[in-house]
């Protein structure tokens, strides 16, 4: 057994990364915040990342630095999640296209999609103008991609 945190796994194309639902993740109600699903959707995209071999931290040690920003996120909330909640965040990357990554995402509790994401999020230079990704960060996400590729 580790004490690491988990980075989720691959299924597929799809990554899926369990997440559960906390106190500080829910409104007064007992339901999820609506931004709370940002955070789940945000740290599968990054867990993806991390398990496809690109990490954050090295993406900024490079002699050309850089970093992603999130251009579009548009969500469909379908159904609600609750206090305690185990959840599943289904990351796929579908393209590449110039600076932009193409990304969909659900929410899912037992196979029933709670939320659905479409983000466009772009790479940039440290001093936030979009640029293309590098050809290593390429190669990594290439095989993971379902649409129209880089």
């Known amino acids: 057994m580790t004490d690491q945190p988990t980075a989720g796994r691959f299924d597929g194309l799809d990554h899926l990364l ?3 639902v ?4 829910t409104d007064f109600t007992g339901l999820v915040y609506h931004a709370s699903f940002v955070r789940y959707f945000e740290r599968g ?15 900024l040690e490079q002699d050309e630095p850089l970093a992603f920003v999130v251009a579009t996120l548009n969500l469909t909330y379908v159904k609600p999640a609750r206090i305690d909640d185990a959840l599943v965040v289904r990351t796929r990357y579908e393209a590449i296209k110039g600076p932009r990554l193409i990304i969909r995402q659900t929410v ?9 994401a479409d ?9 936030g103008r979009p640029r293309r990704p590098t050809k290593r960060l390429v190669e990594l996400v290439t095989p ?4 129209e590729g880089a």
């Open 144 to 147: 993971w991609l379902s649409g």
């Open 18 to 20: 369990p997440v559960r």
């Open 45 to 59: 995209r990054s867990d993806f990342l991390r398990l496809a071999g690109v990490g954050h931290a090295e993406l």
């Open 119 to 127: 983000v466009v999020a772009v790479c940039i230079h440290l001093d």
């Open 22 to 25: 906390y106190y500080e993740d």
């Open 108 to 116: 899912e509790r037992d196979g029933e999609v709670l939320c659905r």
